[in-house]
């Protein structure tokens, strides 16, 4: 596949088919992954690859919390700034009405509208999940090498005719993770990603991108 191609059609998937995902094609995409830029290489990604029963078993335990209306765990980090700005602040809740609106669910379906959320902790029915951890000593510079590093494992995954859909939602039912995955204590999860083929009978909206004038300045000579 074209890069473009990879990039352009990279998209949040929420809808997968039980297809199994190779070991040996998430081997060779995770090994060239490991490629990817990181401030004097530190390459601060730990990453944890759930197939088969431990991941039936993260869904099963995951789902039985969203049943029981658990708490989330408390957040080891901040998803967005408390007080969201413009333009961010838009883009955000264009998000919200586009997503909500493709399942068509209203804004006030509250109900509707969780049990939507509540796919993230089925993986969207995806048969492979990663699941990124940093080092809790790391600073931002480490955790923008996650991004980089991120961004590379999905675009390789769509060479490879895969798609993926990053979730950080996975940070508020971390010790779930941890339960399957027994990551050592000096580590933070940032997110898990679900993986493999799409459901295209799944409804969605590919959300817009801002024009290129709002967010590049070019200065030249």
């Avoid at 029915?125 to 991004?147: E, K, S, T, V």
């Avoid at 060479?159 to 779930?176: F, I, N």
């Amino acid at each position: 596949m074209d890069m473009y191609e990879a990039v352009r059609s990279r998209r949040a998937v929420r809808g997968f088919t039980d297809r199994q995902v190779p070991r040996e094609v998430l081997e060779r995409v995770l090994s060239a992954a490991a490629w990817s830029p990181s401030g004097s290489n530190l390459q601060p990604w730990r990453i944890y690859v759930l197939t088969g029963g431990p991941l039936v078993e993260l869904k099963k335990r995951a789902g039985k919390r969203v049943a029981a209306r658990d708490p989330w765990d408390e957040r080891q980090y901040e998803m967005y700034p408390p007080n969201l700005k413009s333009p961010y602040r838009e883009r955000r809740s264009a998000f919200g009405q586009e997503r909500y609106s493709a399942l068509g669910i209203t804004h006030e379906d509250w109900e509707a509208r969780q049990r939507a959320a509540a796919a993230n902790w089925d993986c969207f029915g995806a048969p492979a999940a990663l699941f990124c951890y940093i080092d809790r000593d790391m600073g931002r510079p480490q955790w923008a090498d996650l991004g980089m590093y991120l961004q590379t494992v999905m675009l390789l995954l769509r060479a490879e005719g895969l798609h993926s859909c990053p979730q950080m939602a996975w940070s508020v039912y971390r010790k779930t993770v941890a339960e399957i995955v027994s990551p050592p204590d000096e580590l933070i999860l940032f997110c898990g990603m679900s993986i493999g083929f799409e459901d295209v009978t799944e409804k969605y909206v590919r959300t817009g991108r801002a024009p290129l004038a709002e967010t590049v300045t070019f200065v030249e000579g």
